[in-house]
């Protein structure tokens, strides 16, 4: 079966004002997802990130202490170009992130501090898809935002997070999974390509380290690469597309 077979994906559900994207590492948003928060935000839709680590184990040339620093401000930069000005960093570390209530919580006192409708995440199933084996963070991770969207408004499973303050908070209506092997939505990815490039290429030492190639000839192909990937489903358009779960 190819890609054209499998029916067209919808577009996403526009009755919200507020996203909370939660993932891994620096640069997890930055690989795809980023078109879409820029058309978002310049919709006049707020968009927070929460990002699980400092991604100080991602760079091998670059010592932990050093590469921390380094990612967050790459991270802040990244979010800025495509209108993200709040930026939460869990301290989780980075490779060994465990599934668990500890992520759980501390995920949940996001989606309550927050308040979003929509919360975005990235694969969080064991594969990108045939033979392309996925990273136990992210697996964590986007398992844990999937059930702390519920977690959130449930004021018994974490029951000190209103003691902090941070009262339960049931509208999270929809959990949108980029980079999933089964997307069934997608935002056109068009209006913010240029913002995503842009974004991409403010993780600069991560890119540099990766590539030897010119940062923003790799930056360019691999985005033009996974904005197409599912365009065939998506009326020939390119398409960041998303696995979502309706609560
Ligand atoms: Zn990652």
């Given amino acids: 079966m190819t890609d054209a077979d499998l029916p067209p994906l919808l577009p996403m559900p526009d009755g919200w004002q507020r996203a909370l994207a939660v993932v891994a590492h620096p640069d997890d948003l930055e690989y795809g997802c980023s078109a879409a928060i820029a058309s978002w935000t310049r919709d006049g839709r707020e968009v927070v990130y929460v990002l699980a680590t400092r991604g100080e184990a991602g760079i091998d040339t670059l010592a932990p202490e050093r590469a921390r620093r380094l990612r967050e401000a790459e991270q802040r930069a990244a979010a800025a170009v495509v209108g993200v000005r709040d930026v939460d960093f869990l301290d989780h570390r980075d490779g060994v992130i465990e599934y668990g209530p500890a992520l759980r919580r501390d995920i949940t006192a996001a989606v309550r501090r927050h308040r979003p409708e929509l919360v975005v995440t990235l694969n969080h199933h064991r594969t990108w898809g045939p033979g392309t ?38 509208g999270a209506r929809w959990v949108a999974v980029a980079g999933s092997p089964s997307p069934t939505h997608a935002v056109p990815a068009d209006r913010g390509f240029e913002y995503a490039v842009q974004s991409l290429l403010r993780h600069r030492t991560y890119v540099e380290a990766l590539t030897g190639e010119d940062p923003e000839t790799y930056v360019r192909r691999f985005l033009t690469g996974s904005t197409g990937t599912h365009s065939a489903r998506f009326g020939g358009r390119p398409a960041v597309a998303f696995e979502l779960f309706t609560r």
């Fill in 133 to 170: 084996w996925n990273t136990p963070d992210h697996v964590a991770v986007g398992q844990a935002a999937l059930d702390a969207a519920g977690d959130a408004g449930n004021r018994w499973i974490f029951p000190e997070l209103a003691d902090q303050g941070l009262e339960p908070w049931d």
